[in-house]
């Protein structure tokens, strides 16, 4: 819609068609599912607006996306809202809910550099404009508390040496030759990151967690 591809009328249109369709797939979950999942339309309704009034909307997308992991959570029969998150159960879920939010952050952020002339130009708020003196040592951070949560989701989930060996291992290395070599300065790099990273991280989390399920299954 920015650049004219589609009309303000078409981008509506399709966000009806998507929307349509999330509720069909959902119509066939529990009841349960269905009441964790309806605050998404809330958060994703209100994200587009975000820029306009808060420096974090990567913060807003974080917790839309990784919504997920609760509803997935409530899908295989875990009753979300009764959880405590002193448990093991509700520790690791959070603990997994937390690192997929803290990536989303750093992904996004990285997008936002693409942007962040034209963002700054316009009045348009994001971490990228907030801190943009100082990026990569909020990236470090970032990419340590996830490393982190990544670790706890381990160990309250009693995981083999596999899964830390790739969930906190590979990510960090994945993570730390982001954050070392990116120039955020250059719009090809945080582009490249942009579309990659996600795959790399994704990757390599859903490798480590299968190969944690199948060795309890085998």
């Known amino acids: 819609m920015a650049r004219g591809a589609i009309t303000t009328r078409e981008g509506y249109v399709f966000c009806a068609v998507q929307l349509i369709l999330w509720l ?33 909307p990567q913060v807003v997308l ?11 959570a409530a899908h295989l029969g875990v009753k979300v809202s009764e959880m405590r998150v002193d448990s093991s159960l509700g520790a690791g879920l959070m603990s997994l809910f937390l690192s997929y939010s803290l990536w989303t952050i750093i992904h996004d952020t990285v997008y936002a550099f693409q942007d962040l002339k034209d963002d700054a130009k316009i009045g348009a708020k994001s971490m990228a404009v907030k801190h943009q003196n100082k990026a990569t040592r909020m990236l470090v951070v970032l990419s340590a508390l996830n490393v982190l949560a990544l670790f706890a989701v381990g ?4 995981a083999n040496m596999v899964y830390y060996i790739i969930a906190c291992g590979a990510i960090s290395i994945m993570l730390s030759t982001m954050v070392m070599r990116l120039d955020l300065m250059n719009p090809h790099e945080c582009l490249w ?3 990659n990273g996600s795959i790399l991280y994704g990757t390599l989390n859903t490798i480590a967690l299968i190969q944690e399920y199948s060795s309890r299954r085998l």
């Open 24 to 56: 069909l797939v959902l119509s066939v979950t529990n009841p349960s599912t269905l009441l964790i999942a309806l605050p998404i339309i809330g958060l994703a309704t209100f994200y587009p607006f975000a820029k306009r009034i808060t420096d974090y």
């Open 193 to 195: 990151w942009f579309q």
């Open 155 to 158: 160990f309250c989930i009693n």
């Open 62 to 72: 974080a917790v839309t996306f990784s919504w997920g992991t609760l509803v997935g």
